[in-house]
């Protein structure tokens, strides 16, 4: 099946500061890419995501191309702020049955934390 | 109404207990999902649910109970539980459940953190 590699964490970053989280992926076919946020204490809200070979999702401030020949999805933000302090899970979609079916495939999850 | 609501929010039970998560959305999605997340991990998939029929169990032991009485509510029905078991349970619901979900995406409730004493 697919899978996503994260950078592990955590990353801590003064306001006003560059983000990067990196993200690859290992997939047959063509995948879907997503990332996901998860703020402390609640469920998982989509930031952006793309569905084929350079594709850029953005949202927010917040960019990611899909890059099929570095198999990458890295997450950027030109200047995070403190309410951007989140989990932050990279995911693409999985096929799961020969009737079609798919499932998303998390990565480990990024803890960001931003200070004033 | 964009959201998918799950109720309680908080649950803590004892492993005698028999206990039910709800999950309810009102977006005319046709496809239901159990995440089960454990403090500090990525969210893993126990259970799809498309047109009301279940159509995933990812290898859930039967101590969980998944129900989807109609197109908007699903459940789950938990009976025997261990401390091991206790997590965040997240309900998602798409669109459908077939390629692309891409095009559909998921939308996430909040979560029922459950706590099994």
């Known amino acids: 099946g697919n899978s996503v590699t994260q950078m592990e964490g955590p990353v801590t970053l003064s306001e006003e500061a560059f983000l990067t989280i990196n993200c690859t992926y290992t997939a047959t076919g063509y995948p879907s890419l997503f990332w996901y946020v998860q703020y402390p204490g609640e469920g998982l809200q989509l930031l952006l995501k793309?569905?084929?070979?350079?594709d850029k999702g953005s949202n927010k401030g917040f960019e990611a191309t899909y890059r099929k020949e570095t198999t990458s999805f890295h997450l950027e933000k030109g200047s995070v702020q403190v309410s951007d302090s989140a989990v932050y899970f990279c995911?693409?979609?999985?096929?799961?049955?020969?009737?079609?079916?798919?499932?998303?495939?998390f990565g480990k999850g990024t803890k960001l934390t931003v200070n004033p | 109404d964009t959201e998918v609501t799950q109720t309680p929010k908080h649950l803590v039970m004892g492993m005698t207990n028999k206990k039910s998560l709800k999950c309810e959305q009102h977006?005319?999605?046709?496809?239901m999902y159990w995440y089960k997340q454990k403090a500090k991990k990525p969210p893993e998939l126990m259970f799809v649910y498309s047109y009301e029929k279940l159509s995933i169990n990812e290898s859930v032991p039967s101590r969980f109970s998944p129900e989807c009485p109609n197109s908007s509510l699903l459940n789950l029905h938990l009976h025997a539980l261990q401390p091991e078991d206790s997590a965040l349970y997240l309900c998602a619901s798409s669109q459908r459940s077939k390629r692309p979900l891409s095009n559909y995406g998921y939308t996430f409730g909040s979560g029922t953190r459950l706590t099994v004493v």
């Open positions: 995911a693409l979609s999985d096929v799961i049955t020969q009737g079609g079916s798919e499932k998303l495939v």
């Open positions: 793309a569905t084929k070979a350079d």
């Open positions: 977006m005319g999605h046709r496809a």
